[in-house]
Structures are given as structure tokens and as C-alpha cells.
Nanobody
Framework: HVQLVESGGGSVQVGGSLRLSCAHI???????????ISWFRQAPGKEREGVAG????????YYADSVDGRFTISRDHAENTVYLQMNDLRPDDTGTYYC???????????????????WGQGTQVTVS
């Protein structure tokens, strides 16, 4: 069983930065067991959307158009953690951010809620 624990959310002004962390407990990367870890977000009254994803093995990254160039996803194998560095934040980046783990990133899998197997409980980001 895998547990995902997010942290790092908060309130920030427009143009500011935050770094979110997703600790994955119960999954440790080794050669041959690569998975896809993604960040999703959900604003009040809106559907959950994929923001970024990363392949733990090769490090290939995926981004939504709305955040490309502003957000960076990365992974630290030693820390069993995936990060989301968010720069130049805008009011429409506000929402609850979740990390999720699934088998594949490719083919749009990284942003597919229905195919993610494990979810964290979320961390709130407010930009004003």
C-alpha cells in the first residue's frame, strides 16, 4: 500500500512562488519499478485537472499548457519525494493540489484522474 502526503501549500501574492512536496511512503524507486507521479488541482466548482507529471525512472516531465514555463516538477529518490515548484503564481492557480500515483504517464495517463491508483489528501494553495 502506498501513502502520499502533500505539504507546502499556503497563501501567496500574485507573482509569488511556492514549492509543494509529495512524500511517497510505501513506494521506493528502484530500477524496473518506475511509476508516474502527478500533481492535480481542483478549484471550487471546477473539475480536477492535471497540472504536471513525472516518470520516476527516467524523469520525463509533462505539463498542462496553463502552467508550462512557470511550474517545474522534479523527483528526489533519496527523499522519496516529488516536488512541484510553482513560480509566477496567478489567481487562477488557486485550488487544492493533490499528488497521485499511477503506472504510466505516457498517452495522457499523467493527467487522467481515473487511472491514478493512489491519492494524497491535498494541500491548499491560494493566490491573491
Amino acid at each position: 500500500h502506498v501513502q502520499l502526503v502533500e505539504s507546502g501549500g499556503g497563501s501567496v501574492q500574485v507573482g509569488g512562488s511556492l514549492r509543494l512536496s509529495c512524500a511517497h511512503i510505501g513506494y521506493t524507486y528502484t530500477s524496473g519499478n518506475s511509476v508516474c507521479i502527478s500533481w492535480f488541482r481542483q478549484a471550487p466548482g471546477k473539475e480536477r485537472e492535471g497540472v504536471a507529471g513525472i516518470v520516476t525512472g527516467g524523469g520525463t516531465q509533462y505539463y498542462a499548457d496553463s502552467v508550462d514555463g512557470r511550474f517545474t516538477i522534479s523527483r528526489d529518490h533519496a527523499e522519496n519525494t516529488v516536488y512541484l515548484q510553482m513560480n509566477d503564481l496567478r489567481p487562477d492557480d488557486t485550488g487544492t493540489y493533490y499528488c497521485a500515483l499511477g503506472r504510466q504517464c505516457r498517452g495522457g495517463g499523467w493527467s487522467s484522474s481515473s487511472t491514478r491508483e493512489y491519492w494524497g489528501q491535498g494541500t491548499q494553495v491560494t493566490v491573491s
